[in-house]
């Protein structure tokens, strides 16, 4: 199969006498036969493509084409072949298009999650003793409605205000079982909460986890869990239960890694699942 050598072109054209290819007279055109043999040695197959490729020249008509400014000439076959090499190169083209943008995006989305935790940690609740009074009257109704025991100490805070926080809030709540965290207005120390079993069914987490939990999507999950355990007003189902087990499970077998929703972070693959699948039960296992 002859191919000829391309040459610069020039701008002396004229007209074909049977078709409407424009032709530069110091153009070639890429000749190319094609057929197909049956699978043999190597010798064998060398000498049936001589007599096959001679006999497409006898038989075969020829045909000259176009094909993405190369002007090829050969047999249907031929130019078939032809044509999907150049279409090949074109979704090579569009392929490397796509990289690109996706690098793109995958670098947009990676800013936007540094971004939301930024935003997370600038958020951090301002801890007074009013607002961890609230806070703990959050915890402490919780197991009165909820787990049904409540200590004579969360009988007390709930009859000492009517302010009630309906939303969990893992790093606020985790401060109330650190001592000397809060003084009162007479320079006393608030002793600090001693039920941390009650915020691991929260947060499914202890308290002292606060000081590694720092990435925003982790913690929105546990705030998000807490506000939907400690509702009266929402029922789960034992696969949100799961789901969120999932959750923590992959969190710890990642030794609390973040950034974990960054799709170029691969290694994280099970517990960004798991963060989708948690979310995902948010929709369809809980009832309000």
């Given at each position: 199969m002859p191919r000829g050598k391309r040459a610069r072109r020039r701008n002396q054209t004229v007209s074909a006498a049977h078709n409407d290819i424009t032709i530069h007279r110091d153009e070639r055109s890429t000749a190319l036969l094609a057929t197909t043999l049956n699978i043999a040695s190597e010798p064998e197959m060398k000498v049936s493509a001589k007599r096959a490729l001679s006999e497409c020249l006898e038989?075969?008509?020829?045909?000259?084409?176009?094909?993405?400014?190369?002007?090829?000439?050969?047999?249907?076959?031929?130019?078939?072949?032809?044509?999907?090499?150049?279409?090949l190169r074109v979704f090579q083209t569009q392929?490397?298009?796509?990289?690109?943008?996706?690098?793109?995006?995958?670098?947009?989305?990676?800013?936007l999650h540094n971004a939301l935790n930024e935003v997370g940690q600038r958020d951090y609740a301002r801890y007074i003793v009013g607002f961890s009074q609230i806070r703990s009257r959050f915890i402490s109704t919780f197991r009165r409605d909820i787990l049904k025991n409540p200590s004579k100490e969360d009988k007390e805070l709930i009859g000492k205000g009517n302010i009630v926080a309906h939303e969990g809030n893992f790093r606020a709540d985790a401060e109330l079982y650190e001592c000397g965290r809060f003084v009162a207005g007479n320079a006393t120390q608030v002793l600090p909460r001693n039920d941390k079993d009650v915020f691991k069914l929260l947060y499914g987490v202890t308290p002292s986890f606060a000081q590694i939990i720092n990435y925003t999507p982790t913690i929105l999950v546990l705030d998000k869990h807490?506000?939907?355990?400690?509702?009266?007003?929402?029922?789960?189902?034992?696969?949100?239960?799961q789901r969120f087990e999932e959750f923590i499970r992959c969190l710890m077998a990642s030794d609390f890694a973040s950034n974990y929703l960054d799709s170029d972070s691969p290694d994280h693959r099970e517990l960004r699942l798991a963060y989708r699948r948690f979310w995902d039960a948010i929709r369809t296992e809980v009832i309000h």
């Open positions: 038989s075969d008509e020829l045909y000259s084409e176009v094909v993405h400014d190369d002007m090829w000439t050969g047999n249907s076959a031929g130019l078939r072949i032809a044509r999907d090499n150049s279409q392929l490397e298009s796509l990289q690109a943008e996706l690098k793109v995006n995958r670098k947009e989305i990676s800013d807490a506000t939907i355990v400690s509702s009266l007003n929402m029922q789960t189902t034992d696969i949100f239960k």
